[in-house]
């Protein structure tokens, strides 16, 4: 298969292409419109395959989209291009509207001219997939409530998570209204090499290996699931590849930790491999105001994907966040 992939150049997207190329065949075709927090994870193939093409394109462009659709003609087009961060969008809420609503519109667009075109054969066979985000469901308010499932509610609470989850709705519409084979994942936190440095776990330790202070929102008593990248982009493909149309499917994790633990956690496991006393990096910890609106738990049930389609994560917390961390500090030693 030909697959366009939008934001191949963002954390999950590489990691997304980087297995197609590894455990595939297929042709890879990068849209990107190349923002601060694109990385070079993918450059390699650019030079060293002829299975890999990249395009800089803003998706906010109806007609450079539409002329790379066009021209590529791909059998499966997935959606990973977005502005993600919350507290950038509760300070600057457009550009996440522009990228992640009029960009998800204007691809939408674009596809749906491109698959009317195609013979019936084709059209049968394609696929426009939403990489979407488990704070489209809002929050649950204790620790004993049950996990969002693909019928809860959407709710969202911020800026970002609302401009996603209108996006999923475009989609839905599309699915409905004009029968394009559509398909949604939502999938929890993810942390894993080469995710960028405004995240949680990098921003933790860059201060460590700077000897900065931590910061953590109010008591840091906030749940999340914990999703190692490389178990997401092979559930993506799963679903890419064997999902029903029209569905949504979760992919989450057993993975649950307050923020606090899993900063504590990654303290001791750096102070470890950097030979620190572990004390000298936990009292770099420090508590700051809580964020606006800062949801209290994300959780999601994937039993779903794992009775419909098959899949389970299969790395362990301990080991991938172990990995994680030992790739950031070497990403740090080469610079």
């Not at 190329?21 to 450059?43: F, G, P, R």
């Not at 979407?132 to 809860?152: A, H, I, M, Q």
């Not at 998570?161 to 699915?175: C, I, P, T």
């Not at 800062?294 to 959780?299: E, G, L, Q, T």
Request: with cysteine; proline share 4%.
């Amino acid at each position: 298969m030909k697959i366009l992939v939008t934001g191949g150049s963002g954390f999950i997207g590489s990691a997304f292409i980087r297995y197609l190329m590894t455990h595939t065949e297929h042709v890879v075709i990068n849209l990107d419109k190349l923002t601060y927090a694109a990385n070079d994870a993918c450059s390699v193939y650019e030079v060293n395959s002829r299975r890999y093409r990249f395009y800089q394109k803003d998706l906010t462009n109806l007609s450079a989209i539409t002329q790379v659709i066009e021209s590529e003609e791909p059998d499966r087009i997935i959606n990973f291009a977005a502005e993600t961060h919350v507290d950038r969008s509760i300070h600057g809420p457009n550009a996440f509207f522009q990228s992640n609503i009029v960009g998800t519109y204007n691809l939408l667009q674009a596809s749906l001219a491109y698959w009317q075109g195609l013979p019936s054969a084709s059209q049968s066979g394609f696929r426009f997939h939403q990489v979407s985000t488990d704070e489209v469901y809002g929050e649950l308010t204790d620790e004993f409530e049950s996990p969002f499932t693909e019928s809860s509610p959407i709710k969202p609470s911020s800026p970002y998570s609302a401009s996603k989850a209108s996006a999923d709705n475009l989609v839905q519409a599309w699915g409905k209204t004009y029968g394009m084979p559509t398909l949604i994942t939502r999938s929890s936190n993810n942390y894993g090499p080469w995710q960028y440095m405004e995240k949680l776990i990098p921003v933790v330790i860059n201060c460590i290996v700077k000897q900065e202070p931590i910061p953590i929102y109010g008591k840091g008593d906030q749940q999340r699931n914990w999703l190692h990248v490389d178990d997401h982009v092979s559930a993506l493909y799963c679903v890419l590849t064997q999902g029903d149309v029209g569905e949504i499917y979760n992919i989450g994790s057993e993975d649950e930790l307050k923020n606090i633990d899993l900063v504590q956690c990654v303290c001791r496991i750096s102070a470890s491999l950097l030979n620190t006393e572990v004390d000298d990096v936990l009292k770099l910890i420090t508590y700051v105001e809580d964020r606006q609106g800062h949801d209290f738990r994300y959780a999601l049930s994937s039993k779903k994907i794992k009775n419909e389609l098959g899949w389970e994560p299969s790395i362990s917390f301990d080991a991938g966040l172990a990995q994680t961390i030992e790739w950031y500090l070497t990403y740090y030693d080469e610079r």
